[in-house]
Structures are given as structure tokens and as C-alpha cells.
């Protein structure tokens, strides 16, 4: 089934620094959406982008969607220790369906 | 607080020893959902409903069992739980409009169940 794949895996930075996650996914979609995961909680929503836009901001977070290529990235600005996490992005999988599609995940490590 | 609910947080049990996780949402939320989350794997939809009485399959539904007889509530019923579904459960919600709206909103989720089946 179609699953979003987030690229890298694992990022380490410092504090001040950008940090930018990278989503593909495989089919057509309506919208992308990026979620947070601080380690073993539920995921807290930051982001839904449509497919008819190809750039939204919110705070420190920039988003980018090419439908052309099937991806899109996260980009967070300035980074904090605090924004260490994971982040996922999630696609709904079959326009017919109300399926949503996670992928698997960058896990973001921010250091003071 | 709006809110979505778990119980219980966690659970240790036994193969074949029916169980049930509950989920409840106090934002009159027509989507609700349940996920489980595997290292390496991410998140996989196990079943969703978009309202009352509906429910579908959602990519990894062997095993499990879902109702939605009311709209705040979508227990999630494992009849006879094995080892390989021992994981992290999440339930979310959010609002749905209609056929292949149930994703464009927010999901809100709960706080987790960790599950461990001996």
C-alpha cells in the first residue's frame, strides 16, 4: 500500500541550526499533513498542506509540496532543543477511501 | 479540555485472552481511528470510521475488531490477542466531510496503550 517515506531516518543538529525533513509518497493525494511525536506520546498535528498549494508557513516551520515529484519537505528554522522529536507526515492513501498513510518517520535530535 | 482518551494506558496479557482498549473523544468528531505504531514501521491504520455504525479496514485489520455504536466512543477488541500484536495503539479523531474528506483535517490523538501479549 502506499506509504509515505521520510528521508532521513535520524537527523542530529544543534541548537540554532535548520533542520529539514524530506516526504515521499507514492500515489496522488489530496493534502499532506506533518505531525510531532515526543518520545512514546500521541502525535500533536503541525501542518496540513493541499495539493493545490506548493508553500505554507506556521511559526518557525516552513512546508514545501511538489506533486510533481510526490514529495515534500520540512523545514524548521532555528532549531531548539526542545523540537527534538519525531516527525511523520501522512497522506490520505486512496482519494475513494478515508484511508490516512504514515510514514515511518525522521527522528530529530537537537543538541543544547 | 478537548480531548482524546485512552484506557488503559497500560496493559500486560496473556495469548488468546480477549481484550478490549477504549477510546473516547469529547469533540464531537464524526472520523475516529486506531493505529499501531512499530519501530521501523511508523504508524499503520488499523480501522476507521467515519461515523456512527461505519466502520472500514484500514491497512492492518487482522486480528482486531472495532464498533462505533456511539460518536464518541471506538473500542478497539483484540478476541484473541498473539505476540506479534504487541505494540503501541493510538486512537485519533477528527471531523470528516464527506468520502475522501476523512484526511483533510487535523487528527487528534490520544495518549497511547502500550500493549505487551506473553
Known amino acids: 500500500s502506499q506509504q509515505g517515506e521520510e528521508d532521513p531516518q535520524a537527523l542530529s543538529i544543534q541548537e540554532g541550526e535548520n533542520a529539514t525533513m524530506n516526504c515521499s509518497y507514492k500515489?496522488?493525494?489530496?493534502?499532506l499533513q506533518w505531525y510531532r511525536q515526543n518520545s512514546g506520546r500521541g502525535l500533536v498535528h503541525l501542518i496540513l498542506i493541499r495539493s493545490n498549494e506548493r508553500e505554507k508557513h506556521s511559526g518557525r516551520l516552513r512546508v514545501t509540496l511538489d506533486t510533481s515529484k510526490k514529495s515534500s519537505s520540512l523545514l524548521i528554522t532555528a532549531s531548539r532543543a526542545a523540537d527534538t522529536a519525531s516527525y511523520f507526515c501522512a497522506t490520505d492513501g486512496d482519494l475513494n477511501t478515508d484511508k490516512l498513510i504514515f510514514g515511518t518517520g525522521t527522528r530529530l535530535q537537537v543538541f543544547p | 479540555e478537548a480531548q482524546v482518551t485512552q484506557n488503559p494506558r497500560y496493559l500486560i496479557t496473556v495469548t488468546g485472552k480477549k481484550l478490549t482498549v477504549t477510546c473516547s473523544q469529547n469533540?464531537?468528531?464524526?472520523?475516529m481511528s486506531w493505529y499501531r505504531q512499530d519501530p521501523g514501521l511508523g504508524l499503520r491504520q488499523i480501522y476507521y470510521s467515519m461515523n456512527v455504525e461505519v466502520t472500514d479496514k484500514g491497512d492492518v485489520p487482522e486480528g482486531y475488531k472495532v464498533s462505533r455504536k456511539e460518536k464518541r466512543n471506538f473500542p478497539l477488541i483484540l478476541e484473541s490477542p498473539s505476540p506479534n500484536q504487541t505494540s503501541l495503539y493510538f486512537c485519533?479523531?477528527?471531523?470528516?466531510?464527506?468520502?475522501?474528506?476523512?484526511?483533510?483535517?487535523?487528527?487528534?490523538f490520544g495518549p497511547g496503550t502500550r500493549l505487551t501479549v506473553l
Open positions: 500515489t496522488s493525494i489530496n493534502n
Open positions: 485519533a479523531s477528527s471531523l470528516w466531510r464527506g468520502t475522501g474528506g476523512g484526511s483533510y483535517n487535523e487528527q487528534f
Open positions: 469533540m464531537n468528531h464524526e472520523y
